[in-house]
Structure formats: structure tokens, C-alpha cells
């Protein structure tokens, strides 16, 4: 168990609707990462939240957004869904700074488009 | 730009065979490389790490040593057994920005 929680663990949702995916990092853990994997794609770097700033983007969709709450958990969104979205998403934390930088992954969340 | 490239799957050995998986990598400035291991309908854990060339991370009998004049991280381990089946991925983060850029994994099956 790496102490990172991810939920829901399934979603199956119909294309053109919205949906949230909730992350809660290690505790004391600072930065949150989101991932995308797929089939076709592999493993993608979406987006990185450190202490509730975004710190660094990859191939993020502007379908897709994500925030970090005072709490540190994160939500990323997903909207206009389509059924390329279809993937696992894992979220990821690491301490950050003098701690270290090692990424932490949750179980992850399978979104299925319909 | 930065990528990871790994030795493509399936790959199927025999208990107590001897693993390499092949991972090199391209990078625009000093990486730390990194080993996961996705077990099936899990999420990923590190494997093992290294952050400077000539450095060799280790865990669970596996290992692999950053060659910087390779640029190469390949995964070694001496006598596998049935439980390391799994799909391995080499990964490199850059100094100073802390995502993650992935191989596409190679699905490892040990047979009995």
C-alpha cells in the first residue's frame, strides 16, 4: 500500500459527460502528480500540483483540468468525455524539496467512455 | 527532447532464468532513472532508482546501473521467479522538474 488513495476505483460514464476523479496523497506529501495511461498512448504526464499550485504541465487536454485543495487531495476533471478518454488514471505523490522526489502511485481510477 | 525507450514484449522466461530488460533513454539534461513494476490491476511501485551515472539502484534481487556513455538503465536480475510476472517500465525524471517520462513497459510472464 503506498498510502495513496484514488476513488472511485470504476467509472463508466457516456460520452459528452462530465466527471471528477479525487486523489489523497501520502500524508505530508506536497506534490500531486496525474497520469493517463492507455493503450494506445502508454504512460502520460498530465498535469503536477505542488502545495496547491500547478508546477508543471504535460500532454493535458484543456478538456481536462485539475486543482489541489488546501488539504493537498486533488481532483483532476474531465469534461465533453469522448471515447479516446477511455484510460487508467493514476495520481501520484512525492514529498517534494529536501525530502526527496520519489512518486508515489495510487491504485488508480478506470474511466470507461461509452 | 526526453524519452524512454525499452525493449519490447512479451517476454517469457522460465523460473529461475535470467532476466534483462533493455532501457535506454534520451535526455536534455542530467536525469535520475527509475525502474516500476505494475502488478496486475494495481498501480505502479518503485522498483528501484539511480540518480548519478555509475550509480546502481537495487531491490528484491533486481538491479540496474545508470551507464551515462550508454544513456542506459537496463534491468537485470539473476533467477526470476513465478510472483515477479508483472509489466516493468524504466522511467527518467529531470533535475528540477519532477514528472515522470515513461518507456511503454514490458509485460514480464514467468512460468513454473
Known amino acids: 500500500d503506498s498510502g495513496v488513495t484514488q476513488t472511485p476505483k470504476h467509472l463508466i460514464t457516456a460520452t459528452g459527460q462530465r466527471v471528477t476523479l479525487r486523489c489523497s496523497p501520502r500524508?505530508?506529501?506536497?506534490?500531486v502528480y496525474w497520469y493517463q495511461q492507455s493503450l494506445d498512448q502508454g504512460l502520460q504526464f498530465l498535469i503536477q500540483?505542488?502545495?496547491?499550485?500547478?508546477?508543471a504541465k504535460g500532454n493535458i487536454l484543456e478538456r481536462f483540468s485539475a486543482q489541489q485543495f488546501p488539504d493537498l487531495h486533488s481532483e483532476l476533471n474531465l469534461s465533453s468525455l469522448e471515447l479516446g478518454d477511455s484510460a487508467l488514471y493514476f495520481c501520484?505523490?512525492?514529498?517534494?524539496?529536501?525530502?526527496?522526489?520519489?512518486?508515489?502511485f495510487g491504485p488508480g481510477t478506470r474511466l470507461t467512455v461509452t | 527532447g526526453n524519452s524512454v525507450t525499452q525493449m519490447e514484449g512479451p517476454v517469457t522466461l522460465s523460473e529461475e532464468a535470467f532476466l534483462t530488460i533493455n532501457c535506454t533513454y534520451t535526455?536534455?539534461?542530467?536525469?535520475?532513472l527509475f525502474w516500476y513494476v505494475q502488478y496486475p490491476g494495481e498501480g505502479l511501485q518503485l522498483l528501484l532508482k539511480?540518480?548519478?551515472?555509475?550509480d546502481k539502484g537495487s531491490n528484491k534481487g533486481f538491479e540496474a546501473t545508470y551507464r551515462k556513455e550508454t544513456t542506459s538503465f537496463h534491468l537485470e536480475k539473476g533467477s526470476v521467479q513465478v510472483s515477479d510476472s508483472a509489466v516493468y517500465f524504466c522511467?527518467?525524471?529531470?533535475?528540477?522538474?519532477?514528472?515522470?517520462?515513461f518507456g511503454t513497459g514490458t509485460r514480464l510472464t514467468v512460468i513454473p
Open positions: 535526455a536534455t539534461g542530467y536525469p535520475s
Open positions: 501520484a505523490s512525492s514529498a517534494g524539496g529536501s525530502r526527496g522526489y520519489e512518486q508515489y
Open positions: 522511467a527518467l525524471s529531470l533535475t528540477g522538474a519532477n514528472n515522470l517520462f
Open positions: 500540483y505542488y502545495n496547491g499550485e500547478e508546477r
Open positions: 539511480a540518480t548519478k551515472a555509475d
Open positions: 500524508s505530508g506529501d506536497l506534490s
